[in-house]
């Protein structure tokens, strides 16, 4: 895949989740890299946080635009207010995404829908305001942050774990349609367990709220991993040392997998908290909650 922009120059940039875990790392990363950046994300106040942090770190510029990324409307004024205040796109990091822990039976449906609903109709309406951008530039690159539950599954996280299959499809058929235009690059970042505050942030109708499995890599850390990604375009990057592993258990032994994965994730990557049920944030912001880093020693 080529490389569609000067990544050594600085660049225009939009993220959305940029008010905490990854896209707010992401903001601060490449702001050391002096972009100028729109921040979205649906609460005003921790944006207004993050752009703080950003001109800090070197952006400059950082102006917030608070969207739902399920609401393609906001979405499509975002992109534009961008465009209109930096005459173009050179990269979009799309990062938002709300968790819920339970099994199917358990989790409300409109919480089990709005949480898929994110991931996949939230990167349709991202990509389709972007997309025309791109083109009419010749060039520009969507990365999405995935996860490696966009390649495995988990008791327990069954809305995630199809949000984040749907995401992954989609991305995969966006690689295909934009081929024609060689300047154009979309590419997925797919993390293990990364120190953030989705799993305290999210819904849970499993008694408990969720923690990162080990090994727990920092936000900072999935940061650099986008920006390697935009500097040297491909379709799928890792961030997680074990995903490949983990991936291919999954695939050439799932009756071992399957054995394993239920006690494992009770283990490593349930907080065992005594939660009580609760939508957390998935249907609103919860700018209390949000941060870059969550509770977790990372690596
Ligand atoms: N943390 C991990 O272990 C991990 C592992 C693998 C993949 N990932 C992926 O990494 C990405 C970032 O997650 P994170 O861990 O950094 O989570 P996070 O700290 O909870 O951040 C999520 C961000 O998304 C925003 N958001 C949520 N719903 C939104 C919506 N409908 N519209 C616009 N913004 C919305 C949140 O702000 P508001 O609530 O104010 O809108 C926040 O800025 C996600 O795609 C996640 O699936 C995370």
């Given amino acids: 895949?080529?490389?569609?922009?000067?990544?050594?120059?600085?660049?225009?940039?939009?993220?959305?989740?940029?008010?905490?875990?990854?896209g707010r790392a992401t903001a601060i990363e490449l702001a050391g890299r002096g972009s100028r950046l729109v921040l979205v994300a649906r609460g005003r106040e921790s944006l207004e946080e993050a752009a703080a942090e950003a001109l800090s770190a070197g952006a400059e510029e950082a102006l917030v635009r608070p969207a739902d990324v399920i609401d393609p409307d906001a979405v499509q004024a975002a992109v534009d207010d961008a465009v209109a205040e930096f005459g173009g796109l050179d990269v979009v990091v799309h990062a938002a995404q709300v968790m819920a822990y339970g099994r199917l039976e358990d989790v409300p449906r409109e919480v089990f829908e709005r949480t898929v609903d994110t991931a996949v109709h939230g990167t349709a309406n991202v990509a389709r305001s972007v997309l025309p951008v791109f083109r009419k530039q010749g060039a520009g690159h969507l990365v999405v942050v995935n996860s490696l539950l966009g390649n495995i599954a988990a008791p327990l996280m069954g809305s995630y774990v199809t949000a984040k299959w749907g995401q992954l499809g989609l991305i995969r058929v966006l690689q295909q349609e934009t081929r024609?235009?060689?300047?154009?690059?979309?590419?997925?970042?797919?993390?293990?367990?990364?120190?953030?505050?989705?799993?305290?942030?999210?819904?849970t109708w499993a008694g408990s709220t969720g923690r990162p499995p080990p090994p727990v890599y920092s936000p900072q850390r999935v940061a650099r991993a986008v920006l390697s990604t935009l500097d040297r375009p491909r379709r799928i990057v890792q961030s997680g040392i074990f995903n490949p592993l983990i991936t291919a258990g999954f695939?050439?032994?799932?009756?071992?997998?399957?054995?394993?994965?239920?006690?494992?994730?009770?283990?490593?990557?349930?907080?065992?908290?005594?939660?009580?049920?609760?939508?957390?944030?998935v249907f609103e912001s919860r700018p209390a909650g949000n941060a870059t880093e969550g509770r977790w020693r990372s690596i």
């Fill in 180 to 203: 024609d235009e060689p300047g154009i690059s979309v590419s997925a970042v797919q993390p293990g367990g990364v120190d953030t505050p989705i799993y305290f942030q999210g819904a």
């Fill in 1 to 22: 895949m080529p490389t569609p922009t000067d990544p050594a120059g600085p660049q225009r940039v939009l993220i959305t989740g940029a008010s905490s875990g990854i």
């Fill in 251 to 281: 695939r050439l032994v799932p009756g071992v997998f399957d054995l394993l994965v239920g006690p494992l994730l009770q283990r490593m990557a349930i907080a065992n908290d005594d939660s009580p049920p609760t939508e957390g944030n």
